[in-house]
Nanobody, 124 residues
Framework: QVQLVESGGGLVQAGDSLTLSCAAS????????MGWFRQAPGKEREFIAG????????AYGESVKGRFTISRDNINDMTYLQMNNLKPEDTAVYRC?????????????????WGPGIQVTVSP
């Protein structure tokens, strides 16, 4: 069973940068496709970024393309989300997700494992 835990969230101002981390344990990290999703109050869960194994191929949601970067460290079982030029509309709970098979996916139903989530708040 894979466990995921996010860290690095918090309160920042518009235009700031923030890096979220996701630590994985309990499974074979290198064979997992990883993703980041977010959900703001009253809104549906939104795909933010995904990264595959072993190719490290990436994909991004339209709202964050060009501002966010996903990466993974297969030695330390970590996934990161570098967020630049943050906007108030980026305010949400961010969750790390993992799926068997290595390939990332764009839909939350394709992921088997989820972290508890972490709050990111961007003030104007």
């Amino acid at each position: 069973q894979v466990q995921l835990v996010e860290s690095g969230g918090g309160l920042v101002q518009a235009g700031d940068s923030l890096t979220l981390s996701c630590a994985a344990s309990g499974g074979t990290f290198v064979k997992l496709g990883m993703g980041w999703f977010r959900q703001a109050p009253g809104k549906e869960r939104e795909f933010i970024a995904g990264i595959s194994w072993p190719s490290s191929e990436t994909a991004y949601g339209e709202s964050v393309k060009g501002r966010f970067t996903i990466s993974r460290d297969n030695i330390n079982d970590m996934t990161y989300l570098q967020m630049n030029n943050l906007k108030p509309e980026d305010t949400a709970v961010y969750r790390c997700a993992a799926r068997r098979g290595g390939r990332y996916a764009l839909t939350d139903s394709s992921f088997q494992y989820w972290g508890p989530g972490i709050q990111v708040t961007v003030s104007p």
